[in-house]
């Protein structure tokens, strides 16, 4: 599970009716203030059907309560077969129907305030009365032509059409430019639209919706920008009737661009990057933080990006870059701290208060807190107000392809930044109850770290396929990373991929079959364990051609959790049993020893591409496949074929590689050893059968100052040092006490020894060893298996046993042999079938920028391997790598 990456920030009231707009509201009397309902606990699922958990009796009657005192009548009954599937949460739950001859009166009755009553017969005193979950019959009756209906500005030659589906409102009209213009109603649909002349291009508009709001128990008019906005105004106050087809808005180059070739999603290699850490400490770019500093060829984070790509990362995955609602999108909006932030000492705790003194109000933050989920951040473009960062982010991706990289989006459809009658709520002020998951209380689910929305609602789900659509479509983005993905149904990401794939080159610009999709498919939260629908987890994914994120190597490589009391709990790469750091945390000898021979099976089981059906032995010298391997009470194997588990052993949550090495690792491990034990942990990855992900910077080193959840730090803890003289960003002071003073004492020593600060040949030696594994990994068809049986044919351990060797793994794949050496001592693995059999080391390793792997041995005689300490050597069969 992530850590919550965000709080919502809430705007002063002022502040809101500036930017986005202030709800106008009708005096309401205090009498009907107290009539709305506190709470929502009945669900009308479709136009005939309530499930709500009164309790019937002869004695009682139950009615659906509607404006001016009307009602319909409820009578028991029991939910069908379908309807339980549709719903698993409520099925046992009691229902009621309603009189087919009052179906007429359902659209009425929802656009108003609607309330499930319970009354004593005779008297008609209300015994119970509870607010009404609408989503279900709003489905039911709307959502068939809904679906087909092009939302948001739409052109049709030179003249727009505006539409916006609010089937719940009393009235829409569009505020153009300073102008109210009517929209009109399409009674089957919901949806409201209008058309303009050619006139109305690119001016800024927003809608006027008057509704029935439930969190304000009374009927609002909402000033609201679109949601299907295509651009927007700086700090998205409106957005802008813009056409993404104008040919103004595409840089030179656009319509031909050639991308690099497209690689099987279980070949991806993955940088993941935020795209202001990437440039704004880089100062040979021009335009530091910002979309333009992609186009900064002769940068150093570009160049660097280029040598990536040609050692074999194909993709570079960008955090959130969508229009967000944290952070001012003019730069002089944007608070700086006011420290001398560089004179400060390694240990010191003043800069995370500087940090955290503007953090509010400065230009970073990750941007998981989506407010329009299909336009650019404008904080990152050279002027957020009009055309420039749909422009710029064009200009991104075609910089990026230039480098050889493709480009994936990291999109966050599973929750919004407010809901309810917040002025930074989109959705919700339009269709209130609607776009956001409800708890059995009506209130909104927040699980995901804020309010959740409801892809399983039909008109939710639309949105996150049309957006990301859009995104393929008009920006030629490449790939795209759900988080939280296991909130969505598998059908709804099943239906994005059906979208994709019927994109075509000729028609759309784009093949949408090259597109790949992989998220995060934790299970947790109201929805956990298939709770209202089947999820989009881990197990549910398998097979489908769409990774997930896998947890269980990056533990066992990097030892313990990020919620670690102690941080210092050792893993495979960080000197568990092999070389102990003193910390209770990890136990006896005995248990270390234990634990470490189960992290080497975990290993295994990712080096497989976390196949569930993979057959090998293991440490315990019993014949498994990879589900009955355990991980933390769960299978570890899950994947179906090779593409449908992402590797990784860092990314932007928790901390850097490096800083949870620095955490473990003993306090005397050389800067030269913590080097070679990164590499060796990243190799674990990069190696695998199956899609690898590492964060950018990793491969230098990168540090956070032991920041554990950076998504507000600032610059100073989270920008990229791409030149090796300005460090790593490790000893920049204390991390953020929010997320890390727990670990201060842990942290404070750290950050002064100066074996934990590496040089630059520890950075760039480090570096360039990743790229030489990456280069094999590209080059060597073995570690490209398109199926499980071809795993299982081409992959073996075949030292695994009760006699292995704590520390060290031994994988022979095809006429490949891969000894991963995490002890700090020479080891020495003799494999009895190899003995005759020619081997060397990879050539390219042998020509290689790590001196330390050279001296790796092989005794052909024995089928004996000798490597180095904290080394991954390859060695290929015959002489040579093929």
Not at 26 to 51: F, K
Not at 189 to 217: E, F, I, L, N, Q
Not at 371 to 400: I, K
Request: hydrophobic share 40%; charged share 20%.
């Amino acid at each position: 599970m992530k850590p919550p990456k965000t709080p919502l920030i809430r705007t002063a009231a002022l502040l809101a009716a500036l930017t986005l707009g202030a709800a106008v509201v009708p005096a309401v009397s205090q009498t009907a203030r107290a009539a709305a309902p506190a709470t929502a606990e009945a669900q009308w699922i479709d136009r005939a059907t309530v499930v709500w958990k009164a309790e019937h009796t002869a004695a009682t009657t139950e009615e659906l309560s509607y404006a001016d005192g009307r009602a319909l009548r409820l009578t028991p009954a029991a939910l069908t077969g379908a309807q339980r599937a549709a719903y698993p949460h409520l099925a046992g739950r009691p229902a009621f129907s309603l009189d087919p001859r009052e179906s007429d009166k359902a659209a009425t009755a929802l656009r108003g305030p609607l309330a499930a009553v319970q009354r004593a017969v005779g008297d008609g005193r209300v015994l119970h009365r509870t607010g009404v979950q609408i989503p279900g019959v709003l489905d039911d009756l709307y959502a068939d032509r809904a679906r087909r209906a092009r939302l948001g500005p739409v052109f049709h030659g030179a003249r727009p059409t505006l539409s916006v589906w609010a089937p719940t409102a009393r009235s829409v009209s569009l505020d153009l430019d300073g102008r109210t213009v009517a929209m009109r109603r399409d009674a089957r649909s919901g949806v409201w639209s209008v058309t303009g002349g050619p006139d109305w291009r690119d001016k800024p508009y927003r809608y006027r919706v008057r509704v029935w709001a439930p969190s304000a128990g009374r009927t609002v008019t909402n000033e609201v920008t679109d949601p299907y906005a295509t651009a927007l105004t700086a700090d998205s106050a409106r957005g802008l009737v813009t056409d993404l087809a104008d040919p103004r808005l595409a840089p030179a180059g656009w319509a031909a661009l050639k991308k690099p070739e497209a690689v099987p999603e279980r070949d991806a290699r993955i940088q993941e990057l935020h795209i202001r850490d990437f440039s704004v400490a880089d100062r040979t770019s021009a335009h530091p933080g910002q979309y333009l500093a992609f186009a900064d060829q002769g940068s150093d984070g570009m160049r660097h990006l280029r040598r990536l790509a040609r050692s074999g990362t194909s993709y570079v995955h960008l955090l959130p870059a969508f229009d967000f609602g944290t952070v001012p999108e003019r730069r002089s909006d944007q608070a700086r701290p006011g420290c001398e932030l560089a004179a400060l000492p390694a240990d010191s705790d003043r800069q995370q208060k500087c940090v955290a003194g503007t953090a509010a109000k400065d230009g970073y933050n990750w941007g998981y807190d989506p407010l329009h989920y299909t336009v650019p951040e404008g904080s990152y473009a050279s002027d957020p107000d009009g055309p420039a960062r749909t422009r710029e982010f064009r200009q991104m991706v075609r910089g990026l392809a230039r480098a050889g990289l493709r480009t994936v989006m990291d999109v966050v459809y599973n929750h919004t930044v407010a809901a309810g009658q917040d002025q930074k709520s989109v959705l919700d002020r339009i269709v209130p109850g609607y776009y956001q998951r409800l708890l059995d209380d009506g209130s909104v689910a927040t699980s995901t770290c804020c309010p959740g929305t409801a892809p399983e609602h039909a008109m939710m789900g639309k949105l996150v396929v049309d957006s990301v659509v859009t995104w393929a479509k008009q920006y030629k983005v490449d790939g795209f990373r759900f988080d939280l993905m296991g909130h969505h149904p598998k059908a709804n990401i099943l239906a994005v991929r059906k979208a994709l794939d019927a994109l075509t080159p000729a028609r759309d610009g784009v093949d949408g079959k090259a597109v790949i999709l992989y998220g995060e498919g934790w299970n947790f939260g109201e929805a956990a364990d298939d709770a209202r629908f089947v999820q989009a987890t881990q197990r549910n994914m398998a097979g489908t051609g769409i990774a997930t994120f896998s947890d269980r190597a990056r533990d066992a490589v990097r030892g313990g959790g990020p919620f670690d009391e102690d941080p210092r709990v050792q893993g495979f790469a960080s000197g568990l049993f092999t070389d102990p750091n003193g910390s209770p945390a990890n136990g006896t000898p005995d248990e270390q020893r234990a634990r470490l021979l189960h992290a080497q099976d975990l290993i295994k089981v990712g080096l497989s591409g976390n196949l569930a059906d993979y057959t090998f032995t293991d440490t315990a010298g019993r014949r498994v496949n990879g589900s009955q391997v355990d991980y933390n009470g769960s299978p570890a194997g899950y994947a179906a074929a090779p593409g449908d588990a992402l590797a990784y052993t860092d990314a932007h949550d928790n901390e850097t590689l490096y800083d949870a090495l620095a955490y473990k690792l003993p306090a005397t491990t050389s800067a030269a050893d913590r080097a070679r034990a990164q590499v060796l942990a990243l190799a674990t990855a990069a190696l695998s059968q199956g899609p690898a992900l590492s964060q950018t910077g990793t491969d230098l080193l990168r540090s956070k100052s032991l920041d554990r959840n950076s998504y507000d730090s600032g610059d100073w803890f989270n920008a990229v040092h791409w030149a090796c003289e300005d460090g790593n960003g490790f000893g920049r002071g204390l991390p953020p006490a929010a997320d890390n003073q727990s670990k201060w004492p842990y942290a404070a020593p750290l950050l002064t020894n100066p074996a934990a600060r590496p040089g630059c040949p520890e950075i760039t030696g480090a570096s360039g060893a990743y790229r030489d594994l990456l280069r094999i990994r590209t080059t060597e068809r073995a570690f490209s298996q398109a199926t499980a049986e071809g795993v299982q044919d081409a992959l073996s351990f075949p030292l695994s046993g009760t006699g292995e060797t704590p520390g060290v793994l031994t994988m022979r794949l095809d006429g490949l042999v891969v000894v991963f050496n995490a002890t700090p001592s020479r080891q020495s693995q003799t494999v009895p079938a190899l003995a005759g059999t020619p081997y060397d080391l990879h050539p390219v390793q042998t020509r290689g920028s790590d001196a330390t792997v050279k001296t790796s041995a092989y005794e052909r005689a024995t089928g004996t391997f000798t490597v180095p300490g904290r080394t991954v050597a390859v060695y290929a069969a015959g002489g040579g790598g093929h």
